[in-house]
């Protein structure tokens, strides 16, 4: 597709279910990264993928929380025993260039809701 | 600690109105500086990015100015138009910003444009 695509738009579930989300990247882009926006709040920094790997898995909230990328292409974003506080819109991004050089191109991000 | 700050927190304009949103960061050394327009329930959207030789970059009715010396940077809008309502974020890149993705994110400046 021409821009980042993600899946699924929403996503509601119970406290203590697993969650997965989907990042489809900008073809060709090597960089991939996953973000959190909370309801008024900034966006807040996940983890970044250049090609497959993840040179920094610390900004991930706390080891409920992975990611994996396979083929340099899709990505995606696993929350374990979710909780409450994990409500929040996740937003993947694509670039073409380096880390913190290349133009970020973002998907309309997936909406989650934890009851 | 690196820091992005955005002012004002909110703005309300009439249509057809101009308004400067201004951005101040510590982030150091600098990379670029980049200007986002989110819509509601949108992924953010590049408008601008400038290195620190740019003092001034345009895009439409959009133009960003930036002084890498006082570490400012504000974004000008001209001729409002209701689709303008949307929240501004500033970001700014360097190889110690933010975390691995050497991005600091500022909280955004939420802007309504009133007919």
């Known amino acids: 597709g021409a821009g980042v695509s993600q899946s699924p738009s929403n996503k509601v579930t119970e406290k203590g279910k697993d969650v997965e989300l989907r990042c489809d990247p900008i073809s060709g882009h090597t960089a991939l990264y996953w973000y959190r926006q909370s309801l008024g709040q900034g966006l807040e920094f996940l983890i970044y993928?250049?090609?497959?790997?993840?040179?920094?898995k610390s900004g991930l909230p706390s080891d409920r929380f992975s990611a994996e990328r396979t083929g340099g292409s899709v990505s995606t974003l696993t929350i374990q025993r979710t909780q409450q506080e994990d409500s929040a819109v996740y937003l993947c991004a694509s670039s073409s260039g380096g880390r913190s050089t290349g133009e970020l191109f973002f998907g309309e991000g997936s909406r989650l809701t934890v009851l | 600690k690196n820091q992005v700050e955005q002012s004002p927190q909110s703005l309300i304009i009439l249509e057809g109105k101009n308004c400067t949103l201004q951005?101040?960061?510590?982030?150091?050394?600098?990379?670029?500086l980049r200007w986002y327009k989110q819509d509601t329930g949108r992924g953010p959207v590049s408008l601008t990015i400038?290195?620190?030789?740019?003092n001034t970059k345009s895009n439409g009715r959009y133009t960003a100015t930036l002084d890498a010396d006082t570490k400012q940077s504000s974004l000008h809008i001209t001729a409002s138009q209701l689709s303008d309502s949307a929240s501004y974020i500033c970001?700014?890149?360097?190889?110690?910003?933010?975390?691995?993705?050497?991005?600091?994110f500022g909280k955004g400046t939420h802007l309504i444009i009133q007919p």
């Open positions: 400038m290195t620190f030789s740019e």
């Open positions: 951005c101040n960061y510590t982030v150091s050394p600098f990379s670029n």
């Open positions: 993928f250049q090609g497959n790997s993840a040179p920094d």
């Open positions: 970001v700014v890149s360097g190889p110690s910003g933010g975390g691995a993705d050497g991005l600091t």
